[in-house]
């Protein structure tokens, strides 16, 4: 058994027997997914009601990955999509760009095809609430309502 360190392929032996590799469409989409994930001023991946919904699998540990990534693998190319929402004060195209090569060089690396096009939707610009408000924002009771009495 040859052990190598993490993340590097074992070295091809020279009488191994030939074959042929597939890349699934869903590995693709983890590694971009990841890979647009970890730029700062992404604070999330895809359209708002699935946000919602992704939040829900977050808190039950059921993460889905492929949640605003669209991947098409051919034989020797692959072109992906990816749709985001950014953190406000954040250059849009620049933050943009940065996925992109994020996403470009994740997938050059880890799956080997020739990466085509990397399209970047940016949906949405998330404006972190200020704790303040919060409590600000909650309805107060009035002097005259809360002293009313229900009449019996």
Same mark, same amino acid.
């Given at each position: 058994? %040859?052990?190598?360190?993490m993340?590097? *392929?074992?070295?091809?032996?020279?009488?191994?027997p030939?074959?042929?590799?597939? %890349?699934?469409? *869903?590995? /693709? +989409?983890k %590694?971009? /997914?990841i890979a647009?994930r970890s730029?700062?001023? +992404?604070h /999330?991946?895809? *359209?708002?009601a699935?946000?919602?919904l992704?939040?829900?699998?977050?808190a039950?540990?059921?993460?889905?990955l492929?949640h605003?990534v669209?991947?098409?693998?051919g034989?020797?190319?692959l072109? !992906?999509d990816i749709?985001?929402v950014a953190? #406000?004060g954040?250059?849009l195209?620049?933050?943009?760009?940065? +996925?992109? /090569?994020? !996403? #470009?060089?994740?997938l050059?690396d880890? !799956?080997?095809?020739e990466? %085509?096009? !990397?399209n970047?939707?940016v949906?949405?610009?998330?404006?972190?609430?200020a704790a303040?408000?919060?409590?600000?924002d909650k309805p107060?009771?009035?002097?005259?309502?809360s002293?009313?009495q *229900?009449?019996e």
């Open positions: 058994m %040859i052990e190598q360190p993340g590097r *392929p074992a070295p091809a032996l020279q009488d191994a030939a074959g042929r590799t597939v %890349i699934g469409d *869903p590995a /693709a +989409v %590694i971009a /997914a647009a730029v700062p001023g +992404v /999330a991946l895809g *359209p708002g699935g946000r919602a992704g939040a829900i699998r977050d039950v540990g059921a993460n889905d492929a605003g669209k991947v098409e693998v034989q020797t190319q072109a !992906v749709s985001l953190d #406000y954040f250059p195209n620049a933050l943009a760009d940065a +996925v992109r /090569a994020a !996403v #470009y060089e994740a050059t880890l !799956v080997g095809l990466v %085509i096009e !990397v970047i939707e949906l949405d610009v998330h404006i972190q609430p303040e408000s919060k409590a600000a107060r009771p009035t002097g005259a309502s002293l009313k *229900p009449v």
